[in-house]
Nanobody, 115 residues
Framework: QVQLVESGGGLVQPGGSLRLSCVASGFTFSNYVMRWYRQAPGKERELVAGISTSGRSTNYAEPVKGRFTISRDNARNTVFLQMNSLKPEDTAVYYC????????WGKGTLVTVSS
């Protein structure tokens, strides 16, 4: 059974940090490109960051460049998203996504940035 389980979301003040994790099971994690997406209330889901199978290549959406860092640990079947200097506009449900022919989504974790 394929599962992507996100964790680490919560309420944080502007300027704060959070680290999201996504643990994968049921497929060969190291073969899959991993991405984080987010969906803010009333908006479409958007790509936040992606990472290659080896972890050597990453890409970021313009609004998060320089603030967010994606990484992965293939030994632990886990992908991370370190989020620093958070802004209210980063408030969204964050989803983990795996793709390699087939694709899989997690159920999401809510990040709220508010004072």
């Amino acid at each position: 059974q394929v599962q992507l389980v996100e964790s680490g979301g919560g309420l944080v003040q502007p300027g704060g940090s959070l680290r999201l994790s996504c643990v994968a099971s049921g497929f060969t994690f190291s073969n899959y490109v991993m991405r984080w997406y987010r969906q803010a209330p009333g908006k479409e889901r958007e790509l936040v960051a992606g990472i290659s199978t080896s972890g050597r290549s990453t890409n970021y959406a313009e609004p998060v460049k320089g603030r967010f860092t994606i990484s992965r640990d293939n030994a632990r079947n886990t992908v991370f998203l370190q989020m620093n200097s958070l802004k209210p506009e980063d408030t969204a449900v964050y989803y983990c996504y795996a793709v390699h022919g087939m694709d899989y989504w997690g159920k999401g974790t809510l990040v709220t940035v508010s004072s």
